[in-house]
Every structure is written in structure tokens, then in C-alpha cells.
């Protein structure tokens, strides 16, 4: 619509397009001839006819379209950033993003601990269906670390190129490059002291009573569905690592149910569930009720009445 018609009022051809509809059909409801305030308004004679009240009113109306146009840009900045940043993603504590306040909780945690790692050594061992599963797993745990107010710092450790947990995590778990945590080909026996690890492991005889900055805590990387009855044990054993177990059978009792099933050992995104849960709470009974599934077949005994 560049040029006015005979009902068109006489548009201005110089304005581009889009704009110039918009004032043109403005100026009509103001029920003034885009003639009249148009570049060729004083070869027709429009001085006269350009009075200040339609000046008035064409610039006021310049500064609606201004602000408008002001206001979607904003908009689909704001749009751009919070599909940037995932749900949730508004700011608060002086306008810092939430993405930006959870990368640096996660930097803190690298700086001064507590670390949890996950020991994809024993990865082998699965199928590929236990594999992608526990390729989702990690995803979940990733996504509840980086949520959390008090979060660790994560590592996979023997994470090999190339092998089938290597590539599923890849597969599965979009922006994974990006994940903020460390990867190594290495053995966390590698990496750190012996005496600063714990290897946590439903078949050990000692209870984990507390989490501590300077201790690095190891996840078996197996899905709760295989059956490798105490191969974290043996493990961890064989390493002279500590070991020690959650205190489920100090905090919870077996439930009855259809299928007679009780079970302690819990994936490893449940189990990172317990133990941020307790370090946030200091709270082992809040802890277990926000990991260990009523599948599992425990309930806590304050629910046993």
C-alpha cells in the first residue's frame, strides 16, 4: 500500500509500508486526512490546512505507535530469554536470572564441596534398555542438582568415549555438552584421596549419619532394575574405600503390600533426592519421604500408626 487511492486518503509513498498503513488508518479514526499531514500536503495547499491541533494530535499519536512498538520488542526479548533459560526462569535478588543464581550455587559447590560421583565403571554390565535408562537417570539427577538450594558438584567418572553409556547420554540428553559438571575417562580413585571417599551401596553394614563438605560420595552407575547383588560392595571393598548405606531400615518400615515387595535399593537420581534433601534439611525422615518411593515398599514409621 504505497500510495494513497481515491479512498486511501493519500497516503505518504515515502513511509514503508507497514507504517504507513498503520497512520494512515490512526489518523482516520481521528478523523483526519492522512492528506493533510502528508509530505505533499503543502503543494496542496497544506499549510493551511495543517492546523495545530493536527499536529498535536498526529504526534501524540507518533508516541503511542513508538511505545507500542517498544513494548513487543520488549516482549519477545523477554520471550527469547525465558525459552532460553526454561521454566521458571524470572528474575529475582537484584534482577539475576534464576539460570544465573543456579550456576553459581553449582560453582560454590566445585569450590568447596560436597562432590558426588557417579561410577560408570561398572556401566558394562547393563543392556542397552538398563543403559538408556540410566542415561535418563543422570539427566534427572543433573536437572534436581541444578534446582537445588545447597547443590553438589557432580562427576562421571570412567565416562570412556565412545562406549554405549558415552554415547546414550549424548542420544538422550539434549544440551548434555552444556551440562555444568565434570566428565573423566579416569577412576575416582585417580582424582581423589582414599580416605575422602565413600562409596554408598545398599548392601553396606555402615549408615551414613551425615554429609560432609570434604567427603566425595560415589554412586554406583547401575539401574535399580539389574541384578548384581552386592557388586558395589565388593567393589568398593576391593578398593579399600569406606562404605556406608542410607539409614532406610533406621527411618522407615517394611509396608505391606499386594506383592510382598521391599526393596533398598533405589535409582541414582532417588538416591540423590535423599541425601540433597538432607543436606538442605539436616532431616533424615524429610530426606527418605522425598526419595524412596511407596514402590519401594517403605513408609516412614511416624505413618505407621
Known amino acids: 500500500m504505497a500510495g494513497g487511492g481515491a479512498d486511501g486518503g493519500g497516503c505518504p509513498s515515502a513511509e514503508p509500508e507497514g507504517e504507513a498503513a498503520v497512520a494512515c488508518e ?50 519477545r526479548e523477554r520471550s527469547r530469554a525465558r525459552r532460553a533459560e526454561g521454566p521458571g526462569a524470572a528474575s529475582r535478588d537484584g534482577g539475576r536470572s534464576l539460570a544465573a543464581l543456579a550456576k553459581e550455587r553449582l560453582l560454590e559447590a566445585r569450590a568447596s564441596g560436597p562432590r558426588l560421583c557417579v561410577d560408570l565403571g561398572v556401566a558394562d554390565r547393563m543392556t542397552q534398555k538398563e543403559t538408556s535408562r540410566l542415561a535418563s537417570q543422570i539427566r534427572r539427577l543433573y536437572g534436581a542438582n541444578r534446582r537445588a538450594e545447597k547443590p553438589f558438584w557432580l562427576c562421571l567418572t570412567e565416562f570412556v568415549v565412545g562406549s554405549l553409556i558415552y554415547e546414550e547420554c549424548f542420544r538422550m540428553n539434549d544440551g548434555f555438552s552444556n551440562y555444568l559438571m565434570d566428565t573423566t575417562q579416569e577412576s575416582y580413585l585417580d582424582l581423589f584421596p582414599l580416605d575422602a571417599i565413600v562409596y554408598l551401596t545398599p548392601d553396606s553394614e555402615n549408615v551414613l549419619e551425615d554429609i560432609e563438605p570434604n567427603k566425595v560420595y560415589i554412586l554406583g552407575g547401575l539401574v535399580d532394575e539389574s541384578i548384581h547383588k552386592k557388586l558395589t560392595l565388593q567393589r568398593a571393598q576391593e578398593q579399600s574405600l569406606q562404605t556406608a548405606r542410607l539409614p532406610i531400615r533406621e527411618y522407615m518400615v517394611k509396608n505391606m503390600n499386594t506383592k510382598n515387595y521391599h526393596s ?42
Open 264 to 305: 533398598e535399593t533405589l535409582a541414582i537420581n532417588q538416591v540423590f533426592d535423599v541425601l540433597s534433601t538432607y543436606y538442605d534439611t539436616r532431616s533424615w525422615p524429610a530426606a527418605l519421604k522425598a526419595g524412596v518411593s511407596s514402590g519401594k515398599g517403605y513408609v516412614l514409621r511416624d505413618a505407621v500408626k
Open 26 to 75: 490512526a489518523l482516520r479514526l481521528l478523523r483526519i486526512e492522512p492528506s493533510a499531514v502528508g509530505p505533499g500536503a503543502g503543494r496542496a495547499g497544506g499549510a493551511a490546512r495543517c492546523s495545530r491541533n493536527v499536529l498535536r494530535k498526529r504526534r501524540r499519536w507518533e508516541r503511542v505507535l513508538a511505545a507500542k512498538r517498544r513494548k513487543r520488542r520488549q516482549e
